[in-house]
């Protein structure tokens, strides 16, 4: 387990993650990272911009035909 403490960076709060840590996420300065609330707390990973244009589409699809997919629920 690893303790982070928060800390002031400029007008905001934050953390400072270990080297470690952003090799493990394979990450470094100015990357983007994707936060997802899980129900063991939150996750941390890096941006995949590949799956989120995958994810929107699913979302616009879900809305177009959230009708047909309801009926196919019951």
Same mark, same amino acid.
């Given at each position: 387990?690893? !303790?982070?403490k928060?800390?002031?960076? $400029?007008?905001? +709060? $934050? +953390?400072?993650l270990?080297?470690?840590?952003?090799?493990?996420? !394979?990450v470094?300065? $100015?990357?983007?990272?994707?936060?997802?609330?899980?129900?063991n707390?939150?996750?941390?990973?890096a941006?995949?911009?590949?799956?989120?244009e995958?994810?929107e589409? $699913?979302?616009k699809?879900?809305? !177009?035909y *959230?009708?047909?997919? *309801?009926?196919?629920? !019951?």
């Amino acid at each position: 387990m690893l !303790k982070l403490k928060i800390t002031t960076v $400029g007008n905001s +709060v $934050g +953390v400072v993650l270990p080297k470690e840590v952003l090799a493990h996420l !394979k990450v470094d300065k $100015g990357d983007t990272l994707t936060v997802l609330e899980t129900a063991n707390g939150v996750e941390l990973s890096a941006y995949d911009a590949e799956f989120e244009e995958a994810m929107e589409a $699913g979302r616009k699809g879900m809305r !177009k035909y *959230r009708n047909a997919l *309801r009926e196919l629920a !019951k």
